[in-house]
């Protein structure tokens, strides 16, 4: 059956002095990381997972979770990373979605599985000796289960193989040029495919990974450490980022700044362009391993083309469709894995989107997204960038509520910058030059001060839902 070597031991054995991982504690170079995965793998085998047996883990982003998950992967094991505080009882769901033996593996056991092991505790000889065993991935082994948010409440289960995931990393690295002492910082979590994705290049590319404290933010690393190249970033991040005079000169110096996860202003872009930052932007989907479509030349970032190994096309409706070889499995739903592709391979992601003559892809919007208001369909991703581009507004986001006359009309929530605070009236005014009269907000409310989202896909259908709860209380804007 076909499939690659691993790439951790393939740079262990090319360049096994370079850094693969980088954080305040130290360094792995990649013979110290081959050897601690395989050292793992020998303590998981002795636990008794074996090849099909899924393990769940609360995810991190730490040295101790990435040498566990290739380890896992060595033994064939399939991983589910969920978020360190997944509640109770959506973990019973999940873990009875699973056949087989089901482990779980807590902070404690994390500890155990990699005790003894240390940035500097590991001599050069054992090192060497433990990374020259080769080991090799099958393209279409199981290897993820990776939880997304469902319209219902209920997360789907998305399963993909290393093959998967190695294909996305590979047509990314053919676009975005990822050398060996080049280091990409690790500001998405594990649990997220775009945070997997980040392993992925980083190894097949023998590049370093900065791993951030669990009481750091990602964004103070890349301010503070240098070596850093490329980031992953969304776009309330990277408006954060544009506001800090220093944090815009660290932007400058990046080789890539490759901003996805949803709705992404055309000021953040013009900014971008005006300060000549490498910036890369990206359209992605969990069922397809993350990047679908990238940036191809940064001096041109609405050159958004598909990458190497995936193909898209446009329905009649406008719904992007995707297949290729990053194309997920399907969907695991009471042990059994459902399909959801049409006859010849074909995805339907319930993106709306449109092609240009040059094969650029340009996103409209969400499917599900989308309302009627008076007989005229609404788009909240137009909305929400018309907002967006305003000087007081950090966030936005746009819902649908029910009336008597239009049957839905748009709503808007909205974070304002500090020292801002604008009336419903000058708001409706400021927008009147860049929507139809239509598709201008009826209602203004504030969102909690508490985070809640960064307007991907995910985080917008969890407040959506809190919304038509009715759990939260919000203050309009008058």
Known sequence: MEGFRCPIQTAAQNQPQSPALLSNDGSLTYQQLASYIEDAARRLSKQGIKA???VIIPSASSWQ???ILFALWRLKAITCLIPARLPETQLQFLKSQFKGDVHFISSSQTDFLTKGLSFQNLTDDLAADLSSQRFDFVFDQPATVILTSGTTGIPKLVCHTIGN???NAKGSNENILLRMNDGWLLSLPLHHVSGLGILFRCFLAGARIFLPDADEKPIDVLLRSKEITHVSLVSTQFKRLLEDKQATVRLKALKAILLGGGTIPTELVKQARQYNLALYLTYGLTEAASQVATTVDPRQPYQVKPLLHREVKISPSGEIFVRGETLFQGYLQNGRLQRPFDEEGW???ND????????NLRIIGRKDHMFISGGENIYPEEIEAALLRQESIL???IFSQEDEEFGLIPIALLKFKKGYHISRGELRKALQNQLLPFKIPKKFFLLPDENLFTLDKEC???????WQKDQIKYQEIL
């Open 395 to 397: 966030e936005a986001i």
């Open 460 to 466: 917008r259908k969890r407040l959506w839902l809190r």
């Open 65 to 67: 979770i990435i040498v």
């Open 352 to 359: 709306l989107g449109e092609m240009d003559r040059d094969g």
């Open 165 to 167: 995931h190695f294909w």
């Open 347 to 349: 995805f339907a992601t």
């Open 52 to 54: 099909n047996d899924t």
